[in-house]
């Protein structure tokens, strides 16, 4: 259809308008790149680059998911990394995926990390390290711990606005019941709720110990999950921390 429409107008038309859409085009790119913020635009352009190499058949999803013995044995370490980062190939569960880790990853670190990038990333890096801890504990392999990664940010971002309305499918939700209505949601789809929960209890982790024990008189401002210097150093972060 639209070169059906080019072909309509006069030759100088043609080039105002393949002009204006050469300009257009990357303005509009840039424009929705530039309003994400930096972890969340690295997590997502990760996702979408493995999906598409999965898509053409340049990787295989049986090389990216986390499997110990051949992390330990065989040194393939970047299944450390990729399990958290594979979202599917192209397909309604990538873009589900990809529409979660967009609308909560983006703004629980555009609002309740405004400026505290760092911080942002040593939450993901905890809680991947959390997971990594109980995969490798009970015995859990074969496994994209993608989802409940997806789960961490989503408890989070509930917590941080526990009264705020939300829609899901057809329902309304308070925030703070979210994380426990995509689980109910996925088991009643057929999936499991295995690494809902774990998400649920490693976002639970890091909330109480970030936002509960600190303020508690017993804990004499000890925070388990502190920020290391180097890394705000990495993301230029000053604070009073």
């Not at 300009?23 to 913020?37: D, F, Q, R, T």
């Not at 190939?89 to 405004?114: Q, T, V």
């Not at 009970?138 to 309305?165: C, E, K, M, Q, V």
């Amino acid at each position: 259809m639209i070169e059906c429409s080019i072909d309509a107008f006069p030759s100088n038309n043609v080039l105002s308008v393949s002009s204006s859409l050469s300009i257009g085009m990357p303005n509009i790119v840039e424009e929705m790149v530039g309003k994400i913020p930096p972890v969340t635009r690295v997590f997502v352009f990760s996702s979408v680059a493995l999906m598409i190499m999965c898509s053409l058949e340049i990787v295989t999803p049986f090389s990216l998911y986390l499997h110990w013995k051949l992390v330990i044995r065989e040194r393939q370490y970047w299944r450390l990394i990729t399990t958290f980062l594979f979202n599917g190939e192209f397909g309604l569960p990538f873009f589900w995926n990809m529409y979660l880790l967009m609308f909560y990853c983006s703004s629980l670190e555009e609002i309740a990390f405004r400026n505290r990038s760092a911080d942002f990333a040593y939450l993901l890096i905890s809680g991947a390290f959390m997971l990594l801890f109980i995969s490798f504990v009970f015995g859990i392999t074969n496994n994209f711990f993608s989802g409940a990664l997806l789960d961490i940010i989503t408890y989070i971002w509930s917590r941080r606005n526990p009264n705020a309305r939300m829609q899901v499918l057809i329902f309304p939700v308070q925030a703070v019941y979210l994380p426990w209505t995509l689980a109910i949601i996925s088991l009643l789809m057929g999936g499991s709720v295995r690494d809902h929960l774990l998400g649920i209890l490693c976002g639970h982790v890091y909330y109480f110990f970030t936002d509960v024990y600190p303020l508690m008189p017993t804990s004499k401002g000890f925070r388990l999950f502190k920020t290391p210097g180097w890394l705000k150093y990495v993301f230029n972060q000053r604070d009073s921390d």
